[in-house]
């Protein structure tokens, strides 16, 4: 550069966060757990775009939410005036691609997804504007065995990842012509008590009354706690599915609480809905939330397909298990290679090749410019990598056609070292880690 300013610098867009190395092993774990558990109940995974035609969104999740009116990532495509929208959450892309692709012509279909969603909400702890969730839409079932299912689904999660102290909260918010009802006595009630109501309450008091309900106004906590409750609305119906719900999880043990102002901040819900709420993690404590939404896919023009699901924030999800001291394992590798001379890295690229075929994992020493190094900056490197063991080849290996391999866990001075022909090193090592760790997990052999 002609001048002597330093170059600017460019960060991160604000509320949209790294993931870094270090914090890795925590997702991967979380990841894992919830892949093998919804696989247990027969998921099928699904992936839908990241963006998607605006009027998607407006539409599925309703007009007047806080996520249509003031937090969609929308733009025009530049190259041909389009109308998109990042998705703010998966559900309503899962019910295009259902519809389009008729998937549940053949029956039910039980189906999950993860990804990031975009929300352009204040950032703060737990609440970001990139954030990850895991989601799963069961399709095309219409009785209440499926929603206890999911949420038992939820519980073993929990219960795997060694979580404890996440409630869960229900509530049915019936059908259309229910909260119809409701709705009318909902608004005379907020109309004789119009002075106790904030701005943004009166604003929604024709819109969304209902969403009244969830406000978080300490003010107006009274004030709502005796405001009619729609569980009062419901008909037959509804109340034997929601009395079919609360069968299941009672018969197998699983707690809840009913909450009457619980009643989500998507339009597209009906009868069940649920969240899984944690005190750990202050103001932001809803881990996963989800329900029913029978209307939404006959309202895209889909066949009359009952649905219900959720999705899980894992953001939050990761940082209760940190808080639960769950042990973030360093990535560490089996093997770390260090060479020293020309002839002993070709041979270590080799030999890195053949241990890999074994299903060990392998670090080979990398080269700076000036070198690869001494033996000892290589065996620092090597101790720091969490390797089992170090392959190490210079002159006299080469000479020798050996490697000498060092135990790099024992105990000081118990660290053994060999010298191990070549030919014989992956023997060697596979023998070494896997015959002596049974618990080792990640040895996977080809056969
Ligand atoms: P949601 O309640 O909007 O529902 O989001 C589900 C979860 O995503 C929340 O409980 C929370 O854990 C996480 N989450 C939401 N917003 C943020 C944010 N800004 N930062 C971090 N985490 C966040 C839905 O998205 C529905 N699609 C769920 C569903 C699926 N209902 C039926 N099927």
Known sequence: ??????????????????????????????????????????????????????????????????????????????????????????????????????????????????????????????????????????????????????????????????????????????????????????????EANIDQLDTEAKNRLHANPLRILDTKNPAMQDLVNKAPKLLDYLQAESIAHFEGVKRILDHNNIPYVINPRLVRGLDYYNRTVFEWVTDALGAQGTVCAGGRYDPLIESFGGKPTPAVGFAMGIERLVELMKLAGEPADPASCDVYMVHQGEAAQMQAFVLAERIRDAGLDVVLHCAAATGAGSFKSQMKKADGSGAAF??????????????????????????????????????????????????????????
């Open 1 to 190: 550069m002609s001048d002597n300013k330093k170059p600017e610098k460019i960060t991160a867009i604000k509320g949209m966060n790294d993931i870094l190395p270090a914090d890795a092993p925590l997702w991967e774990l979380f990841e894992n757990t919830v892949h093998s558990v919804l696989k247990s109940y027969g998921f099928q995974k699904i992936v839908t775009p990241i963006v998607e035609d605006t009027a998607l969104f407006k539409r599925a999740i309703g007009a007047v939410t806080d996520i249509v009116e003031k937090e969609m990532y929308s733009f025009t495509d530049a190259m041909n005036g389009d109308a998109l929208t990042l998705r703010p959450e998966g559900t309503a892309g899962v019910v295009r691609a259902v519809i389009e692709h008729n998937l549940a012509y053949e029956g039910p279909k039980r189906v999950w997804y993860k990804g990031p969603m975009f929300r352009h909400e204040k950032p703060q702890r737990g609440r970001y504007r990139q954030f990850f969730q895991v989601g799963a839409e069961a399709i095309g079932f219409a009785g209440p065995d499926i929603d206890a299912e999911l949420i038992m689904l939820c519980r073993r999660l929990w219960d795997d990842l060694g979580l404890e102290n996440i409630r869960l909260e229900l509530n049915s918010i019936g059908d259309a012509a229910e909260r119809q009802a409701h709705r009318a006595e909902l608004i005379k009630y907020f």
């Open 390 to 447: 170090a392959v190490i080849i210079g002159d006299d290996e080469i000479a020798n056609s050996t490697a000498a391999v060092k135990a790099m866990r024992g105990a000081e001075g118990e660290q053994q070292q060999a010298s191990v022909p070549f030919d014989a090193v992956v023997d060697y090592l596979v023998d070494q880690i896997v015959g002596h760790d049974h618990d080792h997990d990640h040895v996977h052999y080809h056969h």
